[in-house]
């Protein structure tokens, strides 16, 4: 079997909605859509607490629902319940890459970012795909957690 990166996901859906490459940002303002104002603001060390706190709990409930974190500590050779979770962390420096990607035994993907109530984006790629291609936001701990469900649902 083929290894699928996270590169060549965006690239395959990119490839298949040329139209999206016009412009580098902010492309969905042509389609009259109003894109949230983007700031590179630096946030405080609350904010970021707030947010490490949030992603930890995400992580825990993710475990525990059969997601195994994919880092040298959980790759023991064995296969996971479900499937694997990688959370990125400094997606500033590679913009295209949101917060969680959920990859499922039986090959279905979920992508979606993580931000503080009133969280900025890191770059205006990840805006993009969030708000122009649709990747869900969650600033809650509930609305992940339903978020990931629904999602589910739709795999089987």
Partial sequence: MAR???AHIHKTY????????VD???FGEKEGKKLPPFDFGKPTKAD?????ALQGRIEEWLRLRGYWRRSDAD???ETPDVGWQMHFHRTRTNPIV???LLLRND????EFELKRPGGKFSSAEQRNLC???GNPIYTTFESATAGVEEWEKTCL
Avoid at 14 to 21: F, G, M, Q, R, V
């Fill in 4 to 6: 699928v990166t996270l």
């Fill in 14 to 21: 990119l490839d298949a909605h040329p139209d999206l490459l």
């Fill in 24 to 26: 580098r940002v902010p």
């Fill in 48 to 52: 970021i607490k707030q947010e490490k």
């Fill in 75 to 77: 790759l023991t050779g």
């Fill in 98 to 100: 949101l917060d969680v």
């Fill in 107 to 110: 090959r279905h993907w979920f």
């Fill in 131 to 133: 708000c122009v291609l």
